[in-house]
């Protein structure tokens, strides 16, 4: 099936050889880091992670929403999502590229990352991430390839995939809930330090996920004879809907808490990103157009009416995908650091090496990403015998 | 499958010798150039020494196993001290024990490694005193 | 290659955890200088041991920056701390805090001029339970018998997990090599290079050839150490006639640090 990625019209190679270039510049800007060592990035003492690991984060979302077509058709059979559960299992496959990606250009010793293999730590929650991140990218391809085999041959799928298609539903929970491990196990960050974190996490990645999935739909519909259908959009923009209303809920809860308890070490971080800690407000803008962005999107999605016109919802799932990911890409992880545990506040700003090294990785998502709808969409359209 | 007839023969062959020649292009051009092998110089103090923790055989081919080993002993066990086959005691320590009788890293670790072409990063970290003087 | 270092590693580990047990035998073997068939190794006779070491700073005997000067300078010249002029970059290993963030959970507005205006010396902690230890995901910061944390600089793969989870910000990570900003090597330790993590090792290197911790040593007395789990130990004493206190410890990490204030 490969084959048919290689095969595509001047616009794909375009866009291809766009993504290379694109490419190439971040992995001209990671060998300078791996030359340098991280100190080409915006990160600190105080500030020991930052816009890798925060994208890491964001992804593992992307990744694990796979589960919310997977889910209404295996378990619900709910049958319109059968047309388009192959491309949330490669979106998935693409995201977990960039996770792995992401965590490695942020190593300070790439080459000695074996060490987690050869040191195996299962009290470390790392090591358990690098279990369900790993597992879940094999899980995605083989089902998703098996899968799509199947459907090309005009066969069922074979029954050994059934037992591992129920496994891929917890263990995309598993992924997201592991990585809100790391950090709200952690004693002396109150900004993490709290057990709706991983809840919260899923949230917003149900949200996040499917509205990007909504819009991959739109385009795929758009440039390709392939169309995911109305139906199956209508269906996964109510599972945006509730998923951003719970996500905004969810961050309510935490703002109560932390503000009725008035707990200094947890509190501060959230007054750091929303008011300003020491004269220090670098996030304030930002955190304030997330959260304008995402309640935005609930109205648009909530109400039936411009849920059901494609034109707004377009709107909509634009806002949810970047106010959720201003809220885990940015604010997330740099929120945890500032203040640091001595209540010094060192803001951390991302490089524009760092900011190259990232979107360098975007782009080998994306190139993966293309390479596989590719593949999925040119099946598709062989099997309805439209090209 | 019905039997083909190869398209493209005359572009395929010619990919086929380039890939070829890029392969053994490497051997090719060191053909009968087979660097010699270094010769170590030892230093005053390690020839009259006579012989190293272990015997020349084993550190010849195990020093990197011993160093190795050395390194987990005294940073996860906390021992330090390293007692050879004959009983002989030695601080387990590269820059002040290995280092002290191979004062010449240029001549003895350096040779050989460049010749093998290996680079451990010991000297990342650990310090010859001669280089940094 | 791998699988026989591993195996001769696993050889001399069981070999040196029998030493444990019949360490007088083994000993007396070491000693006479008879031909034996295996290598072995050792603690050195003078190291000094205990069951969990702990600092104990008087910070009454301090009145100034300058009174802390050479425990920090000492510290840092024999460890080969670089002194980076990026402040994003900075590595220490023990250096001053005042009150209010070094002990943030337990100030208050109303402090006596003395101890708001004080410095105290802060380093790790070398915790009882430390999260950066269960953060680790190869065991390259790991508590030693005796309760000293430790890094192993060898097999750290800078993923700074433990910076994330250290609740007293004791850690620091090379940004860059550090090589350049080491102003005289001491050529009797090594230095570290860059992308891995480093802290206060309680002079562990010292340790083991008898020698208290160099901050310790120069401090006039001000910092005592000692095993914390020996009654009769000089810290005990302290901790038994003086009223301390330790840093955030709602966290439950225990530090082998404490202060009398």
Known sequence: MLEKALKGSKKYYGWIAALLAVIGVGFACYLWQFQFGLGITGMSRDVSWGFYIAQFTFLVGVAASAVMVVLPYYLHNYKAFGRITILGEFLAVASVTMCILFIFVDLGQPTRVFNVLLHPTPNSVLFWDMIVLNGYLFLNIIIGWNVLEAERNNVAPPSWLKPLIYLSIPWAVSIHTVTAFLYCGLPGRGFWLTAILAPRFLSSAFAAGPAFLILLCMLVRKLTKFDPGREQIQSLAKVVAYAICINVFFFLCEVFVVFYSRIPEHMDHLVYLFAGLHGHNALVPWMWASMILMVVSIILLVNPATRKNETTLVAACITVFIGTWIDKGLGMISGGFVPNPLHHVTEYVPTIPELAISIGVWAIGFLVLTALFKIAVSIKEEVSGVS | ?133 | MEESSRRTFLKLAGFSALGLGAKPVLDAFASSGGEQSKPMVMKGADALKAKRWALVIDTRKFESEKDLEPMIEVCHKIHNVPKLANKRHEIKWIWTEEFKHIFSTQTHAFLNDRVKHLPFLTLCNHCEKPACVRACPTKATFKREDGIVLMDFHRCIGCRFCMAACPYGSRSFNFRDPRPFIKETNLKFPTRMKGVVEKCNFCAERLAVGKVPACVEVSKGALAFGDLEDSKSKVRELLSSNFTIRRKPALGAGPSVFYIV
């Open chain 2, 1 to 133: 499958m019905p039997k083909k007839k190869m398209y493209d023969q005359g572009k395929v062959f010619a990919g086929l010798a380039i890939f070829v020649g890029l392969l053994i292009f490497p051997f090719l051009l060191n053909l009968g150039k087979a660097a010699p092998a270094p010769e170590l110089k030892l230093s005053d103090k390690a020839k009259a020494a006579k012989e190293c923790v272990e015997s020349k055989a084993y550190m010849t081919a195990e020093h990197m196993q011993l160093l190795n080993e050395w390194r987990e002993t005294v940073v996860r066990n906390a021992q330090r001290v390293y007692v050879n086959s004959s009983g002989k005691k030695f601080e387990m320590s590269l820059s002040n024990t290995c280092l002290d009788c191979h004062s010449e890293k240029a001549e003895f670790c350096d040779k050989c490694h460049n010749y093998a072409a290996v680079t451990p990063y010991c000297w990342d970290c650990h310090v010859d005193p001669k280089e940094t003087m």
